[in-house]
């Protein structure tokens, strides 16, 4: 079983539209969570970190449920500039990926 | 720059020979990781510097793969007799202290065996 599973997608949705992902986590010793983006061909960056309350940026929300070991992201009136590849990720003291969530926005 | 800077940006190599990959970390990044990330596939943990600390080598896929760093900064990677399975895109990241905390990538090489 892989450390982090997300659901490939694509998800192909109309600006302004709101999109939501989640992945789930092997690992209940994880102590850290992040969201990272990728783009085509291109080196991960970081998007944001989740914390257990739950936390926004922007447009861009955040979740945690240790309980159930998912955590989910969700994006409001998504953007073009939005289309990427999200990448879960969940520490203990290295980084393990989920292979990612693609999104492309249309207009 | 301020960034994770790593180099080349890419190498083209034939089969069976040897590669070196250099990665230059944040100024005053303590910890440095090298992933790989192979076409459509997610990234894959290689290896992990802490200081002065031995180095976690469990996610080196075979002994034709060794990392080093030295003065605690630059690191290069190292595959001997490559295979062509071995292409893929060399991350490398670095963050101030343990892995709790976010990582910066480099750019990343692109390596491909012929």
């Known amino acids: 079983r892989k450390e982090v599973e997300q659901d490939p997608g694509p998800f192909n949705v109309p600006e302004g539209a709101t999109v939501a992902f989640n992945c789930t986590y092997s690992n209940s010793a994880s102590q850290s969570f992040f969201w990272y983006r990728q783009d085509c061909r291109k080196e991960p960056k970081l998007l944001m970190s989740?914390?257990?309350s739950g936390n926004e940026d922007g447009r861009f929300t955040a979740q945690l449920n240790r309980a159930s070991q998912y955590i989910s992201l969700l994006i409001r009136d998504s953007k073009l500039s939005d289309s990427a590849t999200y990448l879960c990720?969940?520490?203990?003291?290295?980084?393990?990926f989920g292979a990612g969530t693609t999104v492309t926005v249309r207009a | 720059g301020a960034g994770v800077s790593q180099s080349p940006s890419n190498k083209v190599t034939e089969k069976g020979k040897d590669v070196e990959l250099r990665c230059d970390p944040i100024?005053?990044?303590?910890?440095l990781y090298w992933y790989r990330q192979s076409l459509g596939q997610g990234l894959e943990f290689l290896i992990y510097?802490?200081?002065?600390?031995?180095?976690?080598k469990s996610g080196l896929p075979s002994d034709r793969f060794s990392a080093e760093r030295t003065g605690g900064s630059v690191s290069t990677l190292t595959i001997q007799r490559t295979q062509q399975e071995d292409s893929a895109v060399y991350l490398c990241a670095s963050s101030p202290g343990t892995g709790n905390q976010p990582q910066h990538f480099g750019d990343g090489t692109r390596l491909s065996i012929l």
């Open positions: 510097f802490q200081g002065n600390s031995a180095p976690d």
């Open positions: 990720v969940v520490s203990d003291y290295k980084l393990s």
């Open positions: 100024s005053g990044h303590t910890a």
């Open positions: 989740v914390y257990s």
